[in-house]
Structures are given as C-alpha cells and as structure tokens.
C-alpha cells in the first residue's frame, strides 16, 4: 500500500508540472540537472546539460526541484510589473517635488518675513545734534612756495633774497566740530562744520643780496646772512554738506554711498623780524615782515560711508572719501626795511591757482548714556596733494617795481621754476571727543 501511495505522489507531482524540471535529486544524495524530456510509470528520461538523455528510475528518486522558465515567465509578468512600478516612481517624484516646492516656497517666505522684520527695524527719522572738541595738526601756509620764489630770485639775478625757515610745517592746533545729521530710513543729510586754530614760532636763516650788475657773480654784489625770528598763528576752516543713500538697509550694519560738497579756507599770519650785521659798503639789512597767506578751495567728495550697532549701546560710524577740489590761494608780505632812516616800506605778493585731489577718513565711536544723550570720541585725517595750474607775482604799488629778480620771476617762475621746485599739501588731522543729542520723529 505504502508503495502505491508512493507512485501516486510522484504521477501527481509530475503531473502537475511543466517539463521544464532542472535538478532531480535521488535518495544517494546524487543530483543530476538538465531538463526533462519526458516519464512513464517507472522512469524519468531528463536531457543533461552537456546533450546526452539519461533515464532514472522513480524508485531512487528522492526529490525533483523544477524551475520556471526564464524565456517565457519575463514575456507575460514584466510589462505589468514595470508599469506598476513606473506608476509608483511617477507617484514618488511627484510628492518629493511637491514636497521640495513646499520647502522652497516657505524658505522664500520665512526670508521675506526676516527682510520684512529687517526693514521695519532699519526704519529711521530723526535728526541729531553733536558737537566735539580735540587737538591736532594743520599744515596750510604757504611757506615752501615763498621760499622757491626767493631762491629762485637770488639765482636769477644780483639782487634778491634766499629764505630757509626751521619751523616745521605741520603745526600744532586746537579744533572743534558742529555736526547735524538728518536720518529718514535710507536716505541721510549731513552738515559738518569744524575750525582749528594754532600758533607756530618762526626760526630759521635768511640770505640777502644787493648789487646792480646783470647776474650773481657780478663784482658788485653785496651779501648778508639775517636770523630770522618770529611768531605766527593760523586758522583753518572746513564745511562739509553730504548726502547718503543705504541701497540694503540693515539694523545691525548699514552701508551708504556718500557725495556732497566741500569748502575750505585756511589763513596765517606771521610777524618776522630779520636781524644781520652792516654790510661792507654799509647796507642795513634789518628788516620786519608782516606775511599773510590765505586759500580757499572748492569742491566735492564721494565715497562710502558705515553704522555698526552692537551690544545694544555702542555704534561705529566711518566714512572714506575721495575729495577733488580747487581754487586760489594768495601770499602777501608788507616789509618794514632798515636800512634807511627812517625806514622803506616794500610790499609784494604772490597769486596762484591749484587742483587738489585727496582722501578724508572719518571715524566715531559712540556710546549711549541715557535715552538719547550719547557720548563719543572722532579721530578725522584729511590730506589734499595742491598741483599748480596758473599763477603771477604781483608787483609793488607806487613806483612800480624795478627789482629785476621780482621782472624775471614774474615772466619765468609760473611757468617754469613753481612746478619743478614745488609741490603743496593742506593736511587736517584730530582727535576730538563730544556729545550727541537725538530728536527721534
């Protein structure tokens, strides 16, 4: 009975499957592979993969293993498959880029909320008040260019006089600064005022030449070596008007481009006395000058400017600017001289243009105190290079002028002798501390 039992399970097993069966493995342990051909009762005949048919017996056979076809199973289930999968694909990009476009659009709007919060932070309109006091230096005379005319006088002809001045030409000076500052969110008006005055003490040497033959090696000349000794003071003004845009607002850094309008006016005056010993043929070569410079220039600045605000109390203010100014400038010398009794009176002056070009670098430090009453301390360096456009030598009132070194000099030293020989700077540096107000509107 068990026997029967047994067929029965490998005639249904074997019929119940395709002939398309691999591996047959019997009860020895062996396994042959292949594919089967065909059955009857008794026996399986299976096709092994090297070509050669083989014929086993159902009573040694433990287990058949059969496989699908591989040629055919892809044909009937890959196309549903493959668009099943398709579809699932299509569904999962759709979502992720919905979910990306969702992403992107809150990112967008959580940036625009902050800019939106930005400028209602940067909003502004008031208008401040300060004013500030310091020390520092000038230079504005006109020394330098007195002292090439006088040299270039004294080479130039018999008569004449050579000027070297020991006293520095940067001097010492006291200032003090007005600002109002008008705010209204992007856009700012500034007005800056500031005023230094100095005093300088004169030294230096002084050569004297007197002869009335045609060149300085004439047999005629008489020279004589003076001290020089005196005092002098100057004063310096400057006006700013400036006017600045923010084009990216920001409540922490604000950034601005900056232009406006510049003046200047600078003025010294300067009491020398000249003090030498007679000459061998008698000439007293004594003398007081008084000497008076004054410039005045025009012009325009451009450049940026910054507001750093941190730790809710403390700001950073800075501007550099690019300056392009011009205008006149004047030198006048009324002398007193000695040398006859009682004594000759002798004036004479110079006229020129310049083209001035420069930086000016402004930096604040601010602190609040209370409310709107804040402190601060400013350091400001301005250095314009002066290059020579046009000048002349005035000659004397009266009796016109018979100082052949003043003819020569009128004709020649504009043109050729003040460009080579000379090259000016006006120069205002400080340091000064002060107070602030606000009227916030």
């Not at 699932?88 to 709007?109: G, P, R, V, W």
């Not at 008008?182 to 005023?195: L, N, P, Q, S």
């Amino acid at each position: 009975m068990k026997k029967i039992m047994n067929l029965l399970f490998l005639a249904f097993l074997f019929s119940n499957v395709s002939l398309s069966s691999e591996t047959i493995q019997l009860k020895s342990g062996e396994k042959w592979e292949g594919s089967i051909l065909g059955q009857d009762k008794d026996s399986v005949t299976i096709k092994l993969a090297d070509g050669n048919t083989k014929v086993i017996s159902k009573s040694v056979i433990r287990k058949v293993s059969f496989a699908k076809k591989s040629e055919s199973s892809p044909l009937k289930i890959e196309p549903q498959i493959s668009e099943k999968e398709k579809k699932i694909k299509e569904e999962k990009e759709l979502a992720e880029k919905q979910k990306l476009e969702e992403e992107n659009l809150k990112s967008k709007e959580e940036k625009q909320k902050k800019r939106e919060n930005q400028l209602s932070n940067a909003k502004r309109h008031y208008l401040e008040g300060s004013f500030g006091v310091g020390s520092g230096e000038g230079q504005s005379e006109l020394r330098p260019f007195f002292q090439t005319i006088q040299v270039a006088g004294l080479l130039f002809s018999s008569g004449g006089q050579a000027e070297l001045q020991s006293t520095p030409y940067k001097s010492k000076n006291h200032s003090a600064t007005t600002r109002l500052f008008y705010a209204w969110d992007r856009f700012t008006v500034e007005v800056r005022g500031t005023e230094a005055k100095g005093n300088l003490d004169i030294g230096g040497i002084q050569t004297l030449a007197y002869g009335s033959g045609g060149g300085s090696s004439s047999s005629s000349t008489d020279r004589s070596a003076n001290v020089l000794l005196g005092n002098g003071d100057t004063k310096f003004q400057k006006l700013s008007s400036r006017v600045g845009f923010s084009p990216y607002p920001h409540p922490v850094l604000d950034l601005q481009i900056l232009g406006g309008l510049e003046r200047i006016w600078t003025k010294s005056h300067q009491e020398v006395d000249s003090v030498g010993g007679i000459t061998t043929t008698g000439i007293n070569p004594n003398r007081v000058s008084y000497r008076e410079t004054n410039n005045s220039f025009k012009g325009y600045s451009l450049g940026i400017g910054f507001e750093w605000k941190f730790w809710e109390r403390f700001t950073l203010q800075g501007q550099v600017l690019h300056l392009d100014m011009r205008g006149p400038s004047s030198f006048r010398s009324n002398e007193f001289r000695l040398d006859t009794t009682p004594f000759r009176y002798n004036h004479y002056g110079l006229d020129y243009q310049w083209k001035s070009t420069g930086t000016e670098v402004n930096v604040k430090f601010t602190t609040k105190i209370k409310g709107d009453f804040s402190l601060f301390v400013e350091a400001s360096n301005m250095t314009l290079n002066n290059k020579l456009q046009s000048g002349y030598i005035t000659e004397n009132e009266g009796g016109g002028n018979t100082d052949p070194s003043q003819i020569l000099l009128k004709v020649y030293g504009p043109q050729i002798l003040i460009p080579m020989l000379y090259d000016s700077k006006t120069i205002l540096s400080y340091v000064q501390v002060g107070a602030n107000y606000r009227f916030n509107f």
